[in-house]
């Protein structure tokens, strides 16, 4: 519930007692003091679940890898287990001290200021927060998929080959993304393409490839993707980059910066010089578009539309922390100051107007209205257990946020290939997250300079890490990994849908749905995916693990062993083994046909007409819902009913205790 929206303006002296908890607002500070002993929400935070102690900066930060402190998506939302949330609803950036009682001064912020105070349980406080903020976009069912990316991938003939080991491991797919497709001086031009250089949008006639080139027939290679039930996703960044000493130059990137000046379509500073990315920063010297500028608007996608045209699916919106001065001025009169944060929102609302609802974004920086536009990406980190134990909190504080949809790169993007045993973890929370990626950085990537022995294959691909591990036993466990993951899309589908109708998330930590648990609060380290408990392994060498089971019976996935709830149960785990567990009452809905087992080939198909619905317990209920279904399946001592509207034939399995 709402309780209060003050704005700074008008605001005296409010205050709020709870029962152990105080609330006082001014019109420069507010302040919570009292008996507590969690915090949670700020974003996507790497650095710890609970933030109490902490001192936290709402700033967009582009922070290559070892995040700790510093996000790429912050938000002023948090709440307390007391009932308690706060959202500050402000472009600008400002710290909340946490280490004892709550501090926040906002003297510097707008005057314009609007506070909201929430009260409730966490639940309804993070869905009152989403309804503020915007609606949730509901991804297309195919992004739900397994996705794969490699940032080596520069040329088209890889790509036939990354999908020829698809194929041939069969390990399914449903998402591609590319990102050394473009020429690197225009972002929007298939590398080494030839075309007449033009002020206004290209086309794909205007266009000539050779089959010399690169991409020697991109149109091809878009529709044979397509043939094969994938997706593809292209890589973006927002700016209009300067060519560095050994680049070759580029006649269309020198009409576009010379339009772009002429139209007065990129940021400047206060004395109307222009505003470029500084030294030591990703792109230095480049300029950046102005996506509160209309025309600038009209321009940039103008340029991209042929990608549209040609098929292309969607963009990975990379960047957009680019704003590292307050001496900015925007086409919206808004200044530096205003758009540290905002910017990246203006950014990625832009991406999402161009392409549309059927289409994807995965992006890295975001702001307030971030579930709206896109899916969020958790950047870049090494491929180390600590940064695997970040970007798990990081996911876990995305969806305590807000955060419906979000996902990470399997075994880390950076730095030395991760071991089997990373690799093979990260797998296994992937397949019970919103999105399943792996990803890697460029061959040598950061660390080459250091170390020329780091320039290798690094691609984070299965059958790349099977190869250097000399691992090709692996692949049963892998195939079992992508078949599940392909055999559990109606119901990951289901639950999404479901979450964006009553504004909640696809993971949950636990006290989202037994808030009155005490033990709740305090196993951070398992989470719930829709209605399943999931306990990954995060921790190097760990073979057991204490999981708390909430109210009622659970049985595991894969194995049947049941446990009961409000108890810690002592588990053995392997190093191909998922700790995930069904609630009595509940069921999971598959894409697997009549007699087919769990988990089964399915290939890159997203669902069958015949699903099977495995029941667990003696009665339950279960809401079904797809695009076309919205339906209720009732059980009972063996008696099963289907009320409301679908367009599947169901196949029951009973799982009673």
Same mark, same amino acid.
């Given at each position: 519930?709402?309780?209060?929206?003050?704005?700074?303006?008008?605001?005296?002296?409010?205050?709020?007692?709870?029962?152990?908890?105080?609330?006082?607002?001014?019109?420069?500070?507010?302040? *919570?003091?009292?008996?507590?002993?969690?915090?949670?929400?700020?974003?996507?935070?790497?650095?710890?679940?609970?933030?109490?102690?902490?001192?936290?900066? #709402?700033?967009?930060?582009?922070?290559?890898?070892?995040?700790?402190?510093?996000?790429?998506?912050?938000?002023?939302?948090?709440?307390?287990?007391?009932?308690?949330?706060?959202?500050?609803?402000?472009?600008?950036?400002?710290?909340?001290?946490?280490?004892?009682?709550?501090?926040?001064?906002?003297?510097?912020?707008? =005057?314009?200021?609007?506070?909201?105070?929430?009260?409730?349980?966490?639940?309804?406080?993070?869905?009152?927060?989403?309804?503020?903020?915007?609606?949730?976009?509901?991804?297309?069912?195919?992004?739900?998929?397994?996705?794969?990316?490699?940032?080596?991938?520069?040329?088209?003939?890889?790509?036939?080959?990354?999908?020829?080991?698809?194929?041939?491991?069969?390990?399914?797919?449903?998402?591609?993304?590319?990102?050394?497709?473009?020429?690197?001086?225009?972002?929007?031009?298939?590398?080494?393409?030839?075309?007449?250089?033009?002020?206004?949008?290209?086309?794909?006639?205007?266009?000539?490839?050779?089959?010399?080139?690169?991409?020697?027939?991109?149109?091809?290679?878009? =529709?044979?993707?397509?043939?094969?039930?994938?997706?593809?996703?292209?890589?973006?960044?927002?700016?209009?980059?300067?060519?560095?000493?050994?680049?070759?130059?580029?006649?269309q990137h020198e009409l576009d910066q010379q339009y772009v000046i002429e139209h007065d379509l990129i940021c400047k500073k206060?004395?109307?010089?222009?505003?470029?990315?500084?030294?030591?920063?990703?792109?230095?010297?480049?300029?950046?578009?102005?996506?509160? #500028?209309?025309?600038?608007?009209?321009?940039?996608?103008?340029?991209?539309?042929?990608?549209? =045209?040609?098929?292309?699916?969607?963009?990975?919106?990379?960047?957009?922390?680019?704003?590292?001065?307050?001496?900015?001025?925007?086409?919206?009169?808004?200044?530096?100051?205003?758009?540290?944060?905002?910017?990246?929102? =203006?950014?990625?609302?832009?991406?999402?107007?161009?392409?549309?609802?059927?289409?994807?974004?995965?992006?890295?920086?975001?702001?307030?209205?971030? !579930?709206?536009?896109? *899916?969020?990406?958790?950047?870049?980190?090494?491929?180390?257990?600590?940064?695997?134990?970040?970007?798990? !909190?990081?996911?876990?504080?995305?969806?305590?946020?807000? !955060?419906?949809?979000?996902?990470?790169? *399997?075994?880390?993007?950076?730095?030395?290939?991760?071991?089997?045993?990373?690799?093979?973890?990260?797998?296994?929370?992937?397949?019970?997250?919103?999105?399943?990626?792996?990803?890697?950085?460029?061959?040598?990537?950061?660390?080459?300079?250091?170390?020329?022995?780091?320039?290798?294959?690094?691609?984070?691909?299965?059958? #790349?890490?099977?190869?250097?591990?000399?691992?090709?036993?692996?692949?049963?466990?892998?195939?079992?990994?992508?078949?599940?993951?392909?055999?559990?899309?109606?119901?990951?589908?289901?639950?999404?849908?479901?979450?964006?109708?009553?504004?909640?998330?696809?993971?949950?930590?636990?006290?989202?749905?037994?808030?009155?648990?005490?033990?709740?609060?305090?196993?951070?380290?398992?989470?719930?995916?829709?209605?399943?408990?999931?306990?990954?392994?995060?921790?190097?060498?760990?073979?057991?693990?204490?999981?708390?089971?909430?109210?009622?019976?659970?049985?595991?996935?894969?194995?049947?062993?049941?446990?009961?709830?409000?108890?810690?149960?002592?588990?053995?785990?392997?190093?191909?083994?998922?700790?995930?567990?069904?609630?009595?009452?509940?069921?999971?809905?598959? #894409?697997?046909?009549?007699?087919?087992?769990?988990?089964?080939?399915?290939?890159?198909?997203?669902?069958?007409?015949?699903?099977?619905?495995?029941?667990?317990?003696? !009665?339950?209920?279960?809401?079904?819902?797809?695009?076309?279904?919205?339906?209720?399946?009732?059980?009972?001592?063996?008696?099963?009913?289907?009320?409301?509207?679908?367009?599947?034939?169901?196949?029951?399995?009973?799982?009673?205790?």
């Amino acid at each position: 519930m709402i309780l209060a929206k003050l704005l700074r303006s008008e605001i005296k002296n409010y205050q709020l007692d709870l029962d152990l908890i105080k609330l006082t607002i001014n019109k420069d500070q507010l302040k *919570i003091s009292g008996q507590f002993n969690y915090i949670f929400g700020f974003g996507e935070k790497y650095n710890a679940i609970n933030q109490k102690g902490h001192h936290i900066e #709402n700033k967009v930060s582009d922070q290559f890898c070892n995040q700790n402190e510093k996000t790429y998506f912050p938000l002023p939302f948090f709440f307390l287990k007391e009932g308690l949330g706060i959202l500050i609803h402000t472009r600008r950036v400002f710290e909340f001290s946490l280490e004892n009682d709550i501090d926040v001064d906002f003297s510097k912020l707008e =005057d314009d200021l609007v506070i909201y105070v929430f009260t409730g349980k966490p639940k309804d406080m993070i869905s009152d927060f989403m309804e503020l903020t915007g609606e949730t976009l509901l991804p297309p069912k195919w992004a739900f998929g397994p996705w794969m990316s490699a940032h080596r991938w520069n040329k088209q003939a890889m790509i036939e080959e990354q999908l020829t080991y698809s194929i041939q491991y069969r390990l399914p797919m449903t998402t591609l993304v590319i990102e050394q497709w473009s020429d690197e001086a225009t972002f929007y031009a298939f590398n080494q393409s030839k075309y007449a250089p033009k002020k206004e949008g290209l086309k794909s006639s205007d266009i000539l490839y050779d089959k010399e080139d690169p991409w020697y027939d991109p149109q091809k290679m878009i =529709d044979m993707i397509h043939q094969q039930g994938i997706k593809l996703i292209l890589w973006q960044t927002p700016v209009i980059k300067a060519l560095e000493s050994h680049e070759p130059m580029n006649a269309q990137h020198e009409l576009d910066q010379q339009y772009v000046i002429e139209h007065d379509l990129i940021c400047k500073k206060q004395d109307q010089s222009i505003y470029t990315i500084p030294e030591g920063r990703w792109f230095p010297g480049s300029m950046i578009p102005d996506f509160s #500028n209309q025309s600038m608007k009209n321009w940039w996608f103008n340029k991209r539309q042929y990608l549209l =045209d040609m098929g292309v699916d969607g963009f990975k919106t990379d960047g957009g922390e680019f704003i590292y001065s307050d001496d900015i001025v925007f086409s919206s009169n808004l200044m530096g100051r205003d758009m540290i944060n905002q910017y990246s929102k =203006d950014y990625i609302k832009a991406y999402h107007e161009f392409s549309g609802h059927n289409r994807v974004l995965f992006s890295r920086a975001g702001y307030l209205g971030q !579930q709206s536009n896109t *899916i969020q990406w958790a950047g870049d980190q090494k491929s180390t257990w600590k940064e695997f134990q970040a970007v798990y !909190q990081a996911g876990i504080n995305a969806s305590l946020s807000g !955060q419906t949809f979000w996902g990470f790169d *399997i075994g880390g993007f950076a730095g030395d290939l991760p071991s089997m045993e990373l690799y093979l973890r990260g797998t296994e929370f992937a397949v019970f997250t919103p999105i399943m990626q792996f990803h890697s950085e460029p061959i040598g990537g950061q660390f080459a300079l250091l170390d020329a022995s780091k320039i290798m294959n690094n691609e984070r691909t299965p059958w #790349n890490m099977m190869k250097h591990y000399n691992r090709e036993d692996l692949l049963h466990i892998f195939q079992s990994y992508y078949w599940m993951r392909m055999n559990l899309l109606p119901y990951i589908y289901s639950e999404s849908i479901k979450a964006v109708r009553y504004k909640t998330t696809l993971m949950k930590h636990l006290m989202i749905e037994y808030p009155d648990d005490p033990l709740a609060y305090e196993y951070h380290h398992q989470y719930l995916f829709g209605h399943l408990l999931v306990a990954p392994v995060i921790e190097e060498n760990q073979y057991e693990q204490d999981i708390y089971f909430p109210a009622g019976e659970w049985k595991h996935l894969l194995n049947d062993q049941t446990y009961s709830g409000n108890k810690i149960h002592h588990l053995k785990t392997t190093l191909n083994d998922i700790q995930v567990f069904a609630k009595k009452g509940s069921a999971l809905v598959l #894409n697997l046909g009549e007699n087919q087992m769990f988990p089964s080939d399915v290939g890159n198909q997203l669902d069958n007409d015949t699903l099977t619905v495995i029941l667990y317990g003696v !009665q339950g209920r279960y809401h079904y819902m797809d695009n076309h279904s919205d339906c209720f399946i009732d059980w009972k001592e063996g008696s099963i009913s289907v009320s409301g509207d679908h367009n599947k034939t169901f196949v029951f399995v009973h799982k009673n205790w």
